[in-house]
């Protein structure tokens, strides 16, 4: 006789909630959700008149220049949300697709992504659609718009006069404690939440299921603080070649390190607003650079919807 088969035990979704609230009323255990968007009740209604239309956008890449790097696989997520209070109301549209980029994929990318040459081979972006997104929408968010809105606006010309926002420099993720503005952390620390990094759809996705969450500790609506500091003008100052042994002030004073693997340089950085930007360079020419020579700092400018440019 065949061996017989292990029963499998099934919970019904209440009896899954019940579960979840157990554990986590022992304060031993967190559960993580895989973030499910068809499964979300905060989407799924249709948006007033006056609502617009927004993009959650993620790119993989062949390699960090997109002078000579390519996309290889592009995913947008699309949604109706008030510009007035941030809320968001349903999804319009998904697109998710990979391209050739006419040469092997870097190992290392493979990796990082799990995308081969074979996934890509003869596999074209559908330009057509993905242009009528852009033609219908009134923003683009990117979780490092600094380096997804290069490969896309040149890829996809259609893109550059829409105006873009950025969820790691325009929400002050320090103020709210967190130590780390990767997309998966924040995801965690808002809302308990996993998904599949590092492919554009799911991190596209990731993106929206972030906009969703509100900041853990002043407790405000995620979306509706990216949607006012979009519209202020910042300054990311790289502090390029400082000295080693200023690592321990600069950390004091706020600056974060980058190994410059998500665009910039590699440095130590800080986000401060426009206007204290030569108050910023005077602390550093004072505190920071031998003899005030500041000449190797860098600035990344972001004006309303993050549209940057470098200091040479």
């Known amino acids: 006789m065949p061996p017989a088969k292990k029963k499998v035990f099934e919970m019904n979704p209440l ?3 019940v579960a979840i609230a157990s554990l986590h009323s022992t304060g031993d255990y967190q559960v993580l959700r895989r973030l499910n968007l068809a499964r979300d009740t905060r989407l799924g209604r249709p948006g007033p008149r006056h609502a617009k239309v927004a993009l959650c956008l993620d790119t ?4 960090l220049n997109h002078k000579q790097d390519k996309v290889i696989e592009l995913g947008i997520v699309a949604f109706e949300f008030d510009p007035d209070s941030g809320e968001i109301f349903r999804i319009t549209d998904r697109y998710s697709g990979f391209e050739d980029p006419g040469f092997a994929i870097p190992p290392e990318v493979q990796e990082i992504t799990g995308i081969c040459d074979d996934m890509v ?6 330009d057509a659609f993905v242009n009528a997104l852009a033609d219908k929408s009134d923003l683009v968010i990117a979780h490092n718009a600094a380096f997804d809105r290069k ?3 040149t890829r996809f010309p259609s893109f550059v006069k829409l105006p873009w926002a950025c969820t790691v420099c325009q929400v002050d993720w320090s103020a709210e404690r967190l130590s780390s503005r990767t997309l998966e952390f924040l995801l965690f620390k808002t809302g308990s939440l996993t ?3 590092h492919r554009a759809l799911d991190d596209a996705e990731g993106g929206l299921g972030l906009l969703l969450e509100r900041l853990p500790v002043s407790g405000a609506p995620i979306f509706l603080e990216l949607l006012k500091r979009a519209h202020e003008v910042t300054s ?3 502090a390029v070649s400082a000295p080693y042994d200023k690592k321990d002030v600069l950390k004091e004073r706020g600056y974060r390190w980058s190994d410059g693997t998500q665009g910039g340089s590699k440095a130590w950085w800080r986000d401060v607003p426009a206007h204290e930007e030569p108050e910023e360079l005077a602390y550093l020419a004072r505190e920071i650079y031998p003899r005030g020579n500041t000449s190797a700092v860098q600035i990344m400018r972001c004006d309303a919807y993050a549209r940057f440019s470098v200091r040479e």
């Open 151 to 153: 490969f896309v606006e």
């Open 236 to 238: 990311r100052i790289y």
């Open 60 to 63: 993989e890449t062949t390699g």
């Open 195 to 197: 998904i599949n990094a």
């Open 15 to 17: 009896e899954i909630e």
């Open 121 to 126: 081979r003869g596999q074209a972006f559908d």
